[in-house]
């Protein structure tokens, strides 16, 4: 996972929604998405899929991609 992959889960798992990372990154709501999807390829090309918000922040977790108190 790239460093803006990174930031842009971290963000998202923080905030409500895609819109206030979009306002929060200064990035275009398209390039939230678009990272959120990338990352979620990523996932599936390994075989270990993470559809949504939640599985996405597991999987980072138990990677150690994020770590708890950066939540």
Known sequence: MSSREKEVILA?????SKSVVSRTLFIAPGTVNTHLTRICCKYDEVGRTASTKSALLVRALQDGLIAIDEL
Do not use: K, L, N, Y
């Open 12 to 16: 998202w798992i923080r905030c409500d």
